[in-house]
């Protein structure tokens, strides 16, 4: 079929309303819009109309400071209008030279001045004006960045596992994270034409996204085994590194993964992705390509809530999905290899790679790269991208790998990060393997706070380890302001979501691995009730674990909460 004969399929109602999605994407002439005459409007500092939308395909979203939000109103001034840019980073690689140029763009055209690591191995610019939007693409541009298809209804950021010095498939995975990526970005030009001031074409097909693009986010990762930084069920489309001999031989393919749900709808959950079976390296972008046309000619497009790929399957069946993807392909999914993800936090400190090499890991709290009265992280960063050979590499957990440092550089390095507070001694294991989302104040959807609320939080958990004394041990705490979940609270050993200011559901049961969907456990409650709660159940976990018995296994193998199997069925149950 044809993507302009995109009709709703037959499992929904054929006369169903289409989402206003739908209307947009059609009516963009493949998403141009009117964005260019929007940026010369002089009555808002917004984008008018189809253009707020449509402006997240070019890897932006409209925000504005909820903190101020309030004065504002009563100033009858319109909200302070700005966007947040997300780059595209396959594998989250960025040299020093592009370091240096995003450093003096977040500095002097940012109104918070702040890099900030996602937990999709890239970073957002917040407080961008409009009269700076067009100068930010370009300067990106010059320096060889874009944030096309970081947003919208596309395949996102590719993932990749990052550390480089466990593995030696590391640049072979790095290789398709990129490869995948540019397979799946969209083919019209508009951002060049909006953004780089580029030439005028017509653009009449989208050839694998489909004119009308796809029903709704669409996330791929390539990982490589032991290590699950990226979170594999996170994400709708996932090709697992399988290895003969230290070699990539190919990819187990696991797809329909998703962490976001809204409070109160039963038929929206967390779901983990489905295993699909082992595939030859020649046949990547084959799958990649018929899973995602898959999912745009099967996915709802009449009800976004149910939209993405994890809905799909369980509306037709996973297996009815797999057949589909091996017919468009002309590829059988083979019997999965086996392997095994052991761990998810990153690596901290100095270690050699294969090519001799040194890597150095960062803890960044919250992925915020600023300026702190203590710690000048951002100054530190800059210094060492002054100076640094390698790369810089973004981890899933929001955090900095200083890349590719040769050995007699190690020391100057190390120096400049522990001058400007970017090595640490002081963080426990807990504060690493705690995680937010942004939430307030420039997120929209944010429901209580998450990235601001988090270090006082850790605080709090570090007593209660330290009161049952396993200081030195950790839970995977993970905190969202609301629950689409961006900072994967999902896959937690506890995760909080919040619910209304000060207010959380808790959930409980995520393993260290991120191979479980955690299951609620206390629902719209404060500090007052789930600290007193964590409090003691961090006690029994200690009293009566089993050897090295993690927090997530402990509150399943003692039923305080059920396990979730099938989460269409098991998880609101
Ligand atoms: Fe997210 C929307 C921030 C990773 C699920 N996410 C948003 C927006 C853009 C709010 C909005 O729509 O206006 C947030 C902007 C906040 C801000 O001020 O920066 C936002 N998401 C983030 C980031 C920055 C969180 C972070 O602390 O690092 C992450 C950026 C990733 C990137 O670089 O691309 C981020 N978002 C995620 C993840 C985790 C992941 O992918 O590993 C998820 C859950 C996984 C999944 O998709 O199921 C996630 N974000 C969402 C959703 C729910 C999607 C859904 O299935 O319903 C939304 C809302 C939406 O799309 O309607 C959302
Ligand atoms: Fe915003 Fe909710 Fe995502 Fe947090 S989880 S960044 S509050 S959309």
């Given at each position: 079929m ?7 399929n037959s499992k ?15 009516q ?6 009117t ?22 395909f ?48 977040a500095d ?9 690591l996602?937990?999709?191995?890239t ?9 700076n939007?067009?100068g ?8 060889g ?30 290789e ?22 580029g030439?005028?074409s017509?653009?009449t097909?989208e050839p694998?996204?489909?004119?009308t ?7 791929t990762?390539?990982?490589?085994p ?11 489309l996932n ?22 749900m ?17 595939i ?6 084959k ?9 745009r ?6 009800n ?33 290899r086996?392997?095994?993800f ?28 600023l ?35 040769p ?15 970017l090595?640490d ?7 690493k393997?705690s ?24 605080e709090q ?10 200081a ?9 302001g609301?629950?689409?979940?961006c900072?994967?609270a999902?896959?937690a ?32 409650v ?10 003691s ?28 199997k ?8």
């Open positions: 044809s993507n302009s004969e995109f009709k709703p929904f109602d054929p006369n169903a309303k289409l989402a206003d999605n739908e209307r947009l994407k059609t963009s002439n493949f998403l141009r819009g964005i260019e005459p929007d940026l010369s409007d002089p009555l808002t500092g917004g984008f008018n109309g189809d253009n707020f939308q449509l402006i997240r070019h890897g932006m979203y409209q925000q504005d400071d909820r903190d101020i939000r309030p004065e504002r109103t009563k100033q009858k001034l319109e909200p302070l209008h700005n966007v947040m840019l997300r780059a595209r980073m396959p594998g989250g690689i960025i040299t020093p030279a592009q370091w240096l140029a995003i450093d003096t763009f002097e055209k940012t109104m918070y001045g702040s890099i900030r996602t937990t999709r191995q970073f957002q610019f917040h407080g961008v004006l409009k009269p939007i067009k930010m693409h370009q300067m990106l541009n010059s320096v960045i874009d944030s096309i298809a970081t947003a919208g209804d596309v395949n996102r950021n590719v993932l990749c596992t990052t550390n480089p010095v466990e593995s030696e498939l590391h640049q072979e995975a790095y398709w994270a990129k490869k995948i990526s540019e397979h799946l970005l969209p083919h019209t030009k508009a951002y060049a034409e909006i953004w780089l001031n030439e005028k017509e653009t097909e694998i996204l489909g004119s693009y796809l029903p709704r986010k669409f996330k990762t390539v990982v490589i032991p290590n699950n930084e990226v979170d594999v069920h996170a994400n709708d090709f697992v590194a399988i290895a003969d001999k230290g070699k990539l031989i190919g990819f187990n393919v696991l797809v329909g993964g998703g962490l976001a809204t409070h109160g709808d039963v038929e929206t959950y967390p779901r983990k992705a489905d295993d699909f079976g082992f030859p390296l020649e046949h990547t972008l799958i990649a390509e018929h899973v995602v046309s898959v999912q000619d099967w996915g709802n497009r009449v976004r809530k149910n939209a993405k790929t994890k809905y799909t399957l369980d509306a037709f069946g996973s297996d009815a999905f797999k057949a589909e993807v091996e017919k468009r392909a002309g590829v059988q999914f083979e019997a999965s086996p392997y095994e052991t761990h998810r936090g990153d690596r901290f400190g100095w270690v050699e790679g294969i090519d001799g090499k040194w890597h150095l890991t960062v803890f960044i709290q919250n992925g915020r790269i300026d702190y009265p203590d710690k000048t992280l951002k100054t530190g960063c800059r210094k060492i991208a002054e100076i640094h050979q390698g790369d810089f590499r973004m981890t899933a957990n929001q955090n900095l790998i200083i890349a590719g440092v050995a007699e550089q190690k020391a100057t390095i190390e120096a400049l990060a522990r001058q400007h507070g090595i001694d002081s963080h426990t294991e807990q504060r393997n995680m937010a989302c942004v939430a307030l104040p420039t997120c929209p959807l944010a429901m209580a706070e998450a990235e601001r609320y988090l270090p006082t939080l850790i958990v570090e007593v209660l380890l330290k009161k049952h004394n396993v030195e041990d950790h839970i995977i705490l993970r905190v969202v609301c629950p689409n979940g900072g994967r999902m896959l050993e506890v995760g909080l979501v919040g619910k209304g200011p000060g207010k959380y559901n808790v959930y409980l049961g995520g393993n260290r691995e991120g191979t479980r969907i955690p299951k609620l456990y206390l629902e719209n404060g500090e007052d009730v789930y600290l007193p709660a964590l409090d159940l961090i006690g029994q976990w200690v009293s009566e674990r089993n050897n090295g018995e993690g927090f997530g296994d402990f509150v399943i193998r003692k039923g305080i909460v059920a396990e979730v099938v989460s269409k069925t098991d998880f609101h149950a």
